[in-house]
């Protein structure tokens, strides 16, 4: 079992942040956490230090796989399924029993955040990709910054979870996930 803190919000006024504070994790884009997750589950897990991830692309480049290899064995297989087809073909999958991924980001929109309804379009309704690849530069100007070396993250493990190794942060931030046996109501969504 995979048990880690995998994502939290740190609330603080908008007012106490400079533009030096604003800070991304390691990731191309603003998809997710699915980079950082990687590498640290690598390093904590395996003892390996990863560098640099190579994504997959399988059905589409909106379904891409990322694994780690550690003596010929695949031991990390991680996916990233944006868009509702492809969040479709993942539940379908897992019914199936045929679901190979110690964890998946998923995204509802294709293409990820940046490209979501509501970013900025041009006047026919359409993305406006110039405008989103300006958003992709900006973003990865932004400077990357472990989430646990972020002063205002230290700040809540200090004065709200009562310290990192506290059982408040156990209860908090960590879970478990089991199987959840089907009901037989109309009510389920068919996938």
Same mark, same amino acid.
């Given at each position: 079992?995979?048990?880690?803190? &995998?994502?939290?919000?740190?609330?603080?006024?908008?007012?106490?942040?400079?533009?030096?504070?604003?800070?991304?994790?390691?990731? @191309?884009?603003?998809?997710?956490? &699915?980079? *950082?997750?990687?590498?640290?589950?690598?390093?904590?897990?395996?003892?390996?230090?990863?560098?640099? %991830?190579?994504? @997959?692309? &399988? @059905?589409?480049?909106?379904?891409?796989?990322?694994?780690?290899?550690?003596?010929?064995?695949?031991?990390?297989?991680?996916?990233?399924?944006?868009?509702?087809?492809?969040?479709?073909?993942?539940?379908?999958?897992? @019914?199936?029993?045929?679901?190979?991924?110690?964890?998946?980001?998923?995204?509802?929109?294709?293409?990820?955040?940046?490209?979501?309804?509501?970013?900025?379009? !041009?006047?026919?309704? /359409?993305? +406006?990709?110039?405008?989103? *690849?300006?958003?992709?530069?900006?973003?990865?100007?932004?400077?990357?910054? &472990?989430?646990?070396?972020? %002063?205002?993250?230290?700040?809540?493990?200090?004065?709200?979870?009562?310290?990192? +190794?506290? /059982?408040?942060?156990?209860?908090?931030?960590?879970?478990?996930?089991?199987?959840?046996?089907? !009901?037989?109501?109309?009510?389920?969504?068919?996938?």
């Amino acid at each position: 079992n995979f048990r880690a803190d &995998l994502s939290f919000c740190c609330f603080i006024r908008f007012e106490e942040i400079k533009e030096g504070d604003v800070v991304r994790h390691d990731g @191309k884009r603003s998809d997710g956490y &699915l980079e *950082h997750i990687f590498k640290h589950a690598a390093k904590e897990l395996f003892g390996m230090d990863v560098k640099e %991830i190579t994504y @997959k692309a &399988l @059905k589409n480049k909106d379904f891409q796989e990322v694994t780690l290899e550690k003596d010929g064995e695949t031991v990390l297989r991680f996916a990233a399924a944006y868009g509702f087809r492809n969040i479709q073909n993942m539940v379908l999958k897992l @019914k199936k029993g045929k679901f190979l991924y110690h964890f998946v980001e998923v995204l509802a929109c294709p293409g990820g955040c940046l490209n979501g309804k509501g970013q900025a379009q !041009t006047e026919d309704g /359409k993305p +406006d990709k110039a405008l989103l *690849h300006q958003m992709e530069e900006v973003y990865a100007a932004i400077p990357v910054r &472990l989430p646990e070396t972020n %002063i205002h993250v230290q700040k809540m493990y200090q004065d709200w979870l009562e310290g990192m +190794d506290s /059982k408040k942060v156990q209860e908090t931030l960590h879970t478990q996930y089991s199987a959840v046996n089907p !009901t037989a109501s109309n009510l389920d969504i068919k996938w």
